[in-house]
């Protein structure tokens, strides 16, 4: 077990939910991880975070989602995703930390050109007036044009079809950040 794996496990309920919520914002889910501490190993981990993507009703993932600027717009360091009413505090460096590791995660957007970035601008207001929710994609390893070409296709998606995409990404962006979150990359 690593120092990073045990450190999690040795954090409060309250703690361990509130680092977890970095790695996707979905309250459910994070308790649902948190509950069933420890794991063996952060593979354990890894495959419980991703299986419990797919377990979440819509309406967490659309809590998710909420957590995740636009493609081509920079994510800020906030405490949000804290409900005081459940006692999780917030904790500055893990909204900090999700706030770098988002911009990092978009950076292949910041050296596209300017009618590139206008053109995800624009797409992103039509994504979300025919979704209803930020269009989201695992951006880390992926260029502007990309990501627009994904932009563009997806919106030709159904709305069950778009979800299942929606949920897949979600389950991919989780999983680096967990690796993140763990040391590991």
């Known amino acids: 077990m690593s120092s990073r794996l045990e450190w999690l496990g040795s954090l409060s309920l309250e703690e361990a939910e509130a680092q977890l919520l970095t790695c996707c914002a979905s309250r459910r889910w994070a308790v649902k991880l948190v509950a069933n501490r420890p794991y063996a190993d952060e593979s354990s981990l890894i495959e419980a975070a ?22 081509g717009e920079r994510a800020k360091a906030h405490a949000q995703d804290v409900d005081s009413s459940k006692g999780v505090r917030p904790d500055a460096g893990a909204a900090a930390r999700e706030a770098q590791w988002s911009r990092d995660e978009q950076s292949g957007a910041d050296h596209a050109d300017a009618a590139v970035k206008a053109e995800i601008a624009e797409r992103n207001v039509a994504y979300e007036n025919r979704f209803g929710h930020v269009f ?3 951006a880390t390893g992926r260029s502007a044009e990309e990501m627009l070409h994904a932009l563009h296709t997806r919106l030709h998606n159904s709305v069950d079809d778009e979800r299942a995409v929606v949920r897949s990404e979600l389950a991919d962006i989780t999983r680096l950040r967990i690796r993140k979150l763990l040391g590991l990359i």
Do not use: C, K, M
């Not at 991703?50 to 493609?71: F, K, M, Q, S």
């Open 136 to 138: 989201l994609i695992r």
């Open 50 to 71: 991703v299986a419990g993507i797919g377990e979440l009703e819509w309406a967490d993932i659309e809590e998710a989602l909420a957590a995740h600027p636009r493609i």
